[in-house]
């Protein structure tokens, strides 16, 4: 074979090769879950303990739902009366009223939840 034929057969298979692209697949991610509090959900922290629990009437019962009793909210500056509300009933739930948690930096608010069992 002449040496201008192995020098066209050379330049085409590096023509060829130069011309192919090998895709490496792309790395598995793993989802990230990031958990956030509820829309509109700021966490409440007083400096002070709330007033002595709220005293409002509590209404007749009403088939289908219960009531939520009222908690005094601080609001940055006071303490301010929340009153209480009818809440759905969730059958298979019960309902843990609104109460202050008493730790290092002050007192946190535990909003009202329904909780399984």
Do not use: F
């Amino acid at each position: 074979m002449s040496s201008s034929i192995r020098l066209a057969a050379l330049a085409a298979v590096t023509l060829l090769a130069a011309g192919c692209v090998v895709e490496q697949p792309a790395p598995r991610r793993r989802p990230v879950v990031v958990e956030q509090p509820a829309p509109g959900y700021v966490e409440v922290i007083a400096p002070q303990a709330p007033p002595t629990v709220l005293v409002e009437e509590e209404p007749a019962p009403r088939p289908g739902y219960i009531w939520a009793r009222g908690y005094w909210h601080w609001n940055g500056r006071k303490y301010i009366a929340m009153h209480g509300h009818w809440e759905p009933a969730r059958p298979g739930y019960h309902y843990v009223h609104p109460h202050y948690v008493q730790r290092g930096d002050g007192w946190h608010l535990s909003v009202g939840v329904w909780a399984q069992g």
